[in-house]
């Protein structure tokens, strides 16, 4: 069974600086598009940052210049590293992957359990 562990968030004061890892485990044949997301209180959830299996990436423009995304495929992770953060970034982050389970078949989203960011003012 395919998991998404997160990692790293926590409590940050305005303007510092967190690191989100992600982890895959499980037996599968390969990822592709890995991605964050963060769901505010009372918001839907939105996209944070995408990157595919060969490195290209994609930002909200929210976060451009403040956030990078990227993955180690040796290790089935994927991070966020977020700097100068403002009380607006305070939500709680999911980890998703397109898994494709047994080679020639269909990608499956999966979905981590969700870390949370909160940063004070």
């Known amino acids: 069974q395919v998991q998404l562990v997160e990692s790293g968030g926590g409590l940050v004061q305005a303007g510092g600086s967190l690191r989100l890892s992600c982890a895959a485990s499980?037996?599968?044949?390969?990822?592709?598009?890995m991605g964050w997301y963060r769901q505010a209180a009372g918001k839907p959830r939105e996209l944070v940052a995408a990157?595919?299996?060969?490195?290209?990436?994609n930002y909200a423009d929210s976060v451009k210049g403040r956030i990078t995304i990227s993955r180690d495929n040796a290790k089935n992770t994927v991070y966020l590293q977020m700097s100068s953060l403002n009380v607006e970034d305070t939500a709680v982050y999911y980890c998703?992957?397109?898994?494709?389970?047994?080679?020639?078949?269909?990608?499956?989203?999966?979905w981590g359990q969700g870390t949370q960011v909160t940063v004070s003012s």
């Open positions: 998703n992957a397109a898994i494709e389970l047994i080679w020639g078949t269909r990608r499956v989203d999966y």
């Open positions: 499980g037996s599968f044949f390969s990822i592709h598009d």
């Open positions: 990157i595919s299996s060969g490195g290209s990436t």
